[in-house]
């Protein structure tokens, strides 16, 4: 499968916790996204990253998110002291950068924070 | 208000029935139109892809594009019952950052047999 894969697909956690969520891009990819999406809602850009440079992060994203994309590979998502309004569906992108750069989702990560 | 707005449904069709999804959006530098289809607790994947204004058919699927109203559409002929999913619109293209899409809330269609 040559697809984008996330991991874990569920974290359950406490509040007060800190998670953390790996995406595997399209290989030749070289954009990858993060999104959050809430029941009911479409998904809300929080940050991407051009190869291994993180140039734009939403301002959903507080300071308690980090992503990191260290080769310009794979990418992590960090979240510590989790609040129950972090939980959420988290979901990568990966693309070929470009205007309008066409963009496939990975099967996401559900976090819930008890 | 939200730069993207979808009617969430839900929408009740039967089988055979075409539907109709719709958006509207206020930026009006969005160039890149986009319809995803979204099972229940799976991941977007992408149906339809639109540049500018215009038509584009793919098999039952038919996207329009009217970027002098600001309105996207989505048509589903023959619609069957593994159509039942929710469908997001979604554009990009605005900006410094022309890849970050914006979506809208979605709508909840269902096809019964």
């Known amino acids: 499968d040559t697809g984008v894969s996330q991991d874990p697909r569920h974290k359950i956690t406490k509040r007060g916790q800190n998670v953390t969520f790996r995406c595997d891009p399209i290989?030749?990819?070289?954009?990858l996204y993060w999104y959050r999406q809430t029941l009911g809602q479409g998904p809300e850009f929080l940050t991407y990253?051009?190869?291994?440079?993180?140039?734009?992060k939403s301002r959903l994203l507080s300071d308690r998110f980090s992503a990191e994309r260290p080769k310009g590979s794979f990418s992590t998502l960090e979240i510590q002291r989790t609040e129950q309004g972090d939980s959420a569906m988290y979901l990568c992108?990966?693309?070929?950068?470009?205007?309008?750069?066409?963009?496939?989702f990975g099967p996401g990560t559900r976090l819930t924070v008890l | 208000q939200k730069e993207v707005e979808q009617d969430p449904g839900p929408l009740s069709v039967p089988e055979g029935a075409i539907v109709s999804l719709n958006c509207t959006y206020s930026?009006?530098?969005?160039?890149?139109f986009m319809w995803y289809r979204q099972y229940s607790r799976k991941g977007p994947e992408l149906l339809m892809y639109?540049?500018?204004?215009g038509n584009k058919e793919d098999g039952r699927f038919t996207a329009q594009v009217d970027k002098s109203s600001k309105y996207i559409s989505l048509f589903i002929r023959d619609s069957q019952p593994s159509d039942s999913a929710t469908y997001l619109c979604?554009?990009?293209?605005?900006?410094?950052?022309?890849?970050?899409?914006?979506f809208g809330q979605g709508t909840t269609l269902q096809v019964k047999p």
């Open positions: 639109t540049y500018s204004s």
């Open positions: 979604a554009m990009s293209g605005a900006g410094v950052n022309t890849g970050k899409l914006i």
């Open positions: 290989s030749e990819h070289n954009r």
């Open positions: 990253f051009q190869n291994e440079a993180q140039l734009e």
């Open positions: 992108a990966s693309s070929l950068s470009g205007r309008g750069d066409t963009q496939y």
């Open positions: 930026n009006s530098a969005f160039q890149y």
